[in-house]
């Protein structure tokens, strides 16, 4: 997100800098040829993919469904929005600053005057709650948690009206969170329950009360994990036990109706959708896929799931609710005719319902198109809430699942932008996800940062190698001790098939990723299966030992990475993990490597990268290092992002001979 204007005491500079900071054209032989035919996409500036004036998003509607919240620029920085639903109404704005990681949450109260949001100021994910209230003109917000060192999460309303709502927070103990309800007309909040150390979360029901709690049966990570549902005389009733590797996860509890709806894989491959009788405790398969697992359960305000949605390759929905399902067909060929979606989309499914269920915010997501549409069931008018993007089909680039078998026969899944107006193999950038427990999603063709790879003329690659979530335990776990191993010649594969298909130019290959996107980075440099020319490392992990050793106290999925890497308290395991660690093997990469970091970074302490850089430097090797002092486990404040892509742009151009669009005014506005 960016500025509205730009201060007119940088006009004059701004005029002689943006002439003198020249474009510069394509090295690479097929994108050099493209250019002279004039067949490349016009060349965009760097701002527009992370810095955009007309971004808004996040549409939320009141529960009386009489006003807007969303998210869009205010000022120089983020912001929250506020509107009633009549169109063309004025709009609040209220500058709320950067959220941190994963853009945080934004929510109204029952009261439909308040909102609360969240915000990471540092990057270290202690985050924090606001309540501001819309009628003031002013941003005035209450800190509920102003705690520093303190996480807070926000769980959901506290009953139907007023403004009571829930948080979890380790106020009182770092290592495990309390339930509290807060209030935002006395601005004061009480513990409402008080965990022994045991629970790992608690759990509200459709009343908009406390309805259950997950807590574990043992101190130790990966202990067994008893369900319990709280009754009317305050006593807790267990109704399933989990084992340590196995999901089971409340998408809602209806106490009055009896019933709750899981995702679970317990005595399966695959997470299913399923009804729970409260009772009997038996289960009911709604809904499940023979190659992916579950994806997102869609509910509407009261009763059960309403839709769900899978993505065995581009993502598909599936209305439980067939009458829901047709009043949004209907509302999409609506929007359509009107001209508000420039195609037919891929996929569409409600984004949020008013209370009375009477308007629904809509997500239309089509190839070149993400749009965020009103429906009111009453009259059946639709309205689009968010920009439409008409450039994106000219410069912008659709993105399309692919497979192929690795050598050993497992299928693997990924994703493949190619650029435009290009003929034959051009230079590719694999992109790998970190986790690895998430997995690569198809994702439209919007201003983000693969497009920005792909509007400078490199293919972009998205691989869901083994070791990956989405597809089922067995291939998550055919990554355990292959993390150095099989699982990076999944990748290395998906390049040389990127090669084979003529997509991919071998002697333009760059890698690039986040977290353990980065440790991959450093491997793939350090194993060479290709002639890589060079590499981003994005808060990488470098030394394995060190990742357990300085584990976030609120986590309690140790279980997990031991078995996936090894026992950091086992000899044995330890000495594997650092020999698998890629500050054991320096020496061996050669490639130019641009290194970033966010200095609050608990995931991944920046001690990593540090460590990587001074070992390179000493050893003569081409490595640039960029450290963002107010980040963490990922770059999300605009300038740092314009900053760290800017540099990316640069660093590709030198390796992969692609184009870049030289400085970026943006550049010069002050924090």
């Given at each position: 997100m960016s500025f509205l204007r730009v201060p007119a005491a940088f006009g004059a500079a701004l005029v002689m800098l943006t002439l003198g900071a020249c474009s510069t054209a394509p090295t690479h032989s097929g994108l050099a040829a493209a250019q002279s035919r004039g067949e490349l996409a016009p060349l965009v500036p760097v701002r527009r993919f992370v810095a955009n004036i007309d971004f808004a998003a996040g549409f939320v509607l009141s529960p009386d469904g009489q006003r807007l919240m969303w998210l869009q620029t205010v000022g120089t920085d983020s912001g929250l929005a506020v509107?009633?639903?009549?169109?063309?109404?004025?709009?609040?704005?209220?500058?709320?600053?950067?959220?941190?990681?994963?853009?945080?949450?934004h929510t109204w109260l029952a009261d439909s005057r308040h909102v609360l949001y969240s915000k990471d100021p540092t990057g270290d994910e202690n985050i924090q709650l606001f309540v501001q209230d819309t009628q003031a003109a002013v941003l005035a917000p209450w800190a509920v948690t102003p705690w520093r060192g303190v996480r807070s999460v926000y769980l959901?309303?506290?009953?139907?009206?007023?403004?009571?709502?829930?948080?979890?927070?380790?106020?009182?103990?770092?290592?495990?969170l309390d339930l509290y309800e807060g209030d935002a007309l006395t601005r004061s909040f009480k513990e409402v329950a008080r965990s022994d150390g045991t629970v790992t979360s608690w759990i509200l029901g459709v009343n908009r009360e406390l309805v259950g709690r997950a807590r574990q049966?043992?101190?130790?990570?990966?202990?067994?994990?008893?369900?319990?549902?709280?009754?009317?005389?305050?006593?807790?009733?267990?109704?399933?036990?989990?084992?340590?590797?196995?999901?089971?996860?409340?998408?809602?509890?209806d106490a009055a109706a009896g019933k709750a709806w899981v995702t679970s894989n317990i005595g399966r491959d695959k997470t299913a959708l399923m009804e729970v009788d409260l009772a009997s405790g038996q289960e009911r398969v709604l809904a499940e896929h023979d190659k992916v697992d579950m994806g997102l359960v869609l509910f509407a305000p009261q009763g059960g799931p309403v839709a769900y949605v899978v993505e065995p390759d581009m993502p598909r929905i599936s209305y439980l609710d067939a009458a829901l399902g047709r009043e949004v067909q209907a509302a999409v060929q609506k929007a359509l005719a009107a001209g508000l979606l420039p195609d037919e989309p891929v996929i569409t499914r409600p984004q949020g319902f008013s209370e009375d269920q009477q308007r629904v915010v809509l997500r239309s997501v089509g190839h070149f198109d993400s749009a965020e549409l009103l429906l009111d069931r009453r009259t059946g008018e639709v309205s689009r809430l968010n920009p439409l993007q008409r450039e994106a089909a000219s410069v912008l680039a659709k993105e399309e699942p692919f497979s192929f078998k690795a050598s050993d026969g497992r299928t693997i899944h990924g994703y493949l932008i190619r650029p435009r107006g290009v003929k034959g193999p051009v230079p590719m950038v694999i992109s790998i996800h970190g986790g690895p427990w998430v997995r690569e999603s198809w994702s439209p063709a919007v201003f983000d940062s693969s497009q920005l790879l792909v509007n400078r003329g490199y293919a972009v690659m998205t691989l869901n190698y083994r070791g990956s979530a989405g597809y089922g335990r067995e291939h998550m776990w055919a990554g355990e001790r292959e993390y150095f191993g099989r699982l990076q010649k999944d990748i290395a594969e998906g390049v040389q098939w990127a090669i084979d298909q003529q997509v991919a130019d071998p002697k333009r290959l760059a890698v690039m990723g986040g977290s353990f996107?980065?440790?991959?980075?450093?491997?793939?440099?350090?194993?060479?299966?290709?002639?890589?020319?060079?590499?981003?490392?994005?808060v990488g992990v470098a030394n394995w030992p060190r990742v357990v050793?300085?584990?976030?106290?609120?986590?309690?999925?140790?279980?997990?990475?031991?078995?996936?890497?090894?026992?950091?308290?086992?000899?044995?395991?330890?000495?594997?993990?650092?020999a698998n660690s890629p500050i054991t093997h320096l020496d061996r990469i050669t490639a130019p490597l641009l290194v970033v970091h966010g200095g609050n970074d608990i995931r991944v302490l920046r001690q990593d990268s540090d460590d990587v850089v001074a070992g390179l430097q000493k050893l003569?090797?081409?490595?640039?290092?960029?450290?963002?002092?107010?980040?963490?486990?990922?770059?999300?404040?605009?300038?740092?992002?314009?900053?760290?892509?800017r540099t990316i742009e640069d660093k590709l151009a030198g390796c992969l001979g692609g184009r870049s669009a030289g400085f970026d005014y943006y550049q010069l506005m002050p924090r």
């Open positions: 509107r009633p639903v009549a169109d063309g109404s004025a709009v609040t704005t209220y500058a709320i600053g950067n959220q941190g990681r994963g853009s945080g949450i959901g309303r506290s009953g139907f009206s007023g403004t009571k709502f829930f948080f979890a927070s380790n106020r009182r103990d770092k290592s495990t049966l043992g101190r130790a990570d990966g202990s067994d994990v008893a369900i319990d549902l709280l009754q009317s005389d305050g006593s807790w009733r267990t109704l399933k036990t989990v084992g340590g590797f196995d999901s089971y996860w409340f998408n809602r509890v996107g980065g440790f991959s980075v450093l491997a793939q440099l350090i194993q060479k299966p290709h002639d890589y020319a060079c590499g981003v490392d994005v050793d300085n584990w976030p106290s609120f986590w309690r999925s140790r279980h997990v990475f031991g078995r996936f890497y090894g026992d950091v308290n086992k000899p044995e395991d330890r000495a594997q993990m650092l003569g090797r081409p490595v640039q290092y960029l450290v963002f002092a107010d980040e963490g486990h990922s770059i999300s404040k605009w300038r740092n992002r314009l900053a760290m892509w």
